[in-house]
């Protein structure tokens, strides 16, 4: 989920495999009994080592920080930073956008010890090929069939992801025994409607995708309670917060891209409300969740498009007249004639664009029901 991708395409683990079947290393050492501070997170007593694992919903994307560095867009705006700063940890933060379970385990892991306190890992979308259904999904009908794309991560979900959670979470016991492991989920991304004039997320589209989430955050939990990690679910804190909700916690089609349908600066707080009290064994206290204002993407440049949507539009004309494309438009019934006006349309001014976004989402409801 979720960022780019990174490097070259790694080997199979066959050595780490056979570690799977190892016993489990010894509990998790219990922890002092935590403070809670006025108006904040309970603080745990005493120093902890915190490593923070995973992929681009650790790595802080989503939240338009510019600092990020660029190999992988960490922030300190991420959750493990913001968890650190307000227990007061030491925070080795090793996520990196575009991180599956496999880069984890060869590229992250190694900084884990003994004396490492709390451990926190999201994984998983990058192994099922999250960022390219969200792509496809978000294309008018005719460019991709996002029912396909979305079967093909499922599929990945119940095949191959299992496997690869149960190695990393058992190399993370090896090497952490001492710690408290927290593998987190994720939050469903889309709202009921699609808000944004440059996606074209129909209402099964919404259904799909949510669903998908639901799979592989299913995948995660049963994985992580086999190899004794705690499974924080965070999908009821982001309930009604997702993109194009009132308050939405999690971005639409933004730029850059890589942030696009990741948790915004609220949603990295709410991230850090929830798997904060679950590192530090004080999730059976009560702890309000920040309830952010509306978060934007971008700085309004003409009538109902932000500078970011704007920045989107070269790209979709593209896509529209690439030969193969403007051949599955004819299929779908739509002229030559008008993709190649719509091009133009989004070629040209706000107001021109805008029409042509219109007339877009019109021809995309209208082959979506020819589809049905």
């Not at 730029?255 to 590192?279: C, E, I, K, M």
């Not at 204002?293 to 109902?304: C, H, K």
Request: with cysteine; charged share 15%; hydrophobic share 45%.
């Amino acid at each position: 989920m979720w960022g780019r991708a990174r490097g070259s395409v790694r080997v199979a683990m066959t050595a780490a495999a056979c570690l799977v079947a190892a016993p489990a290393i010894a509990a998790a050492a219990a922890q002092a009994a935590p403070v809670t501070p006025a108006g904040g997170l309970p603080r745990a007593a005493g120093p902890q080592h915190y490593v923070a694992l995973g992929d681009s919903f650790s790595a802080g994307v989503g939240t338009l920080d510019t600092r990020a560095e660029a190999a992988c867009y960490r922030s300190p705006l991420g959750f493990p930073g913001l968890i650190g700063e307000q227990y007061g940890w030491s925070v080795d933060d090793q996520s990196c956008s575009g991180a599956t379970a496999t880069d984890v385990v060869l590229d992250q892991i190694g900084t884990l010890t003994r004396g490492t306190d709390a451990v926190s890992v999201t994984v998983g979308g990058n192994d099922v090929g999250f960022a390219p259904v969200m792509t496809v999904c978000a294309l008018p009908s005719w460019l991709g069939d996002c029912g396909a794309a979305v079967r093909s991560s499922v599929a990945l979900a119940r095949t191959v992801l299992p496997s690869r959670l149960t190695v990393l979470y058992s190399m993370i016991r090896i090497k952490a025994p001492r710690a408290t492991v927290v593998a987190a989920g994720y939050p469903a991304l889309l709202g009921p409607r699609d808000c944004d004039p440059v996606t074209f997320f129909s209402a099964d589209d919404i259904t799909r995708v949510n669903a998908a989430v639901d799979v592989v955050d299913g995948v995660i939990q049963d994985r992580a309670e086999l190899a004794g990690v705690r499974f924080v679910d965070v999908r009821p804190a982001f309930r009604g917060h997702a993109s194009c909700d009132a308050v939405p916690w999690i971005t639409n089609l933004t730029w850059p891209l890589r942030d696009s349908f990741h948790p915004n600066r609220a949603g990295h707080q709410a991230y850090a409300a929830t798997v904060g009290p679950a590192l530090s064994r004080t999730d059976g206290q009560r702890i309000v969740m920040p309830l952010p204002g509306r978060a934007t993407s971008g700085n309004t440049n003409g009538p109902g498009l932000t500078a970011a949507q704007l920045r989107q539009l070269p790209a979709l004309a593209d896509l529209l007249v690439e030969p193969k494309n403007v051949a599955r438009a004819q299929r779908a019934g739509i002229p030559v004639a008008t993709v190649h006006r719509l091009e133009k349309g989004l070629r040209g001014g706000p107001g021109a664009a805008m029409g042509a976004l219109r007339e877009l989402h019109a021809l995309d409801r209208l082959v979506e029901n020819r589809l049905r």
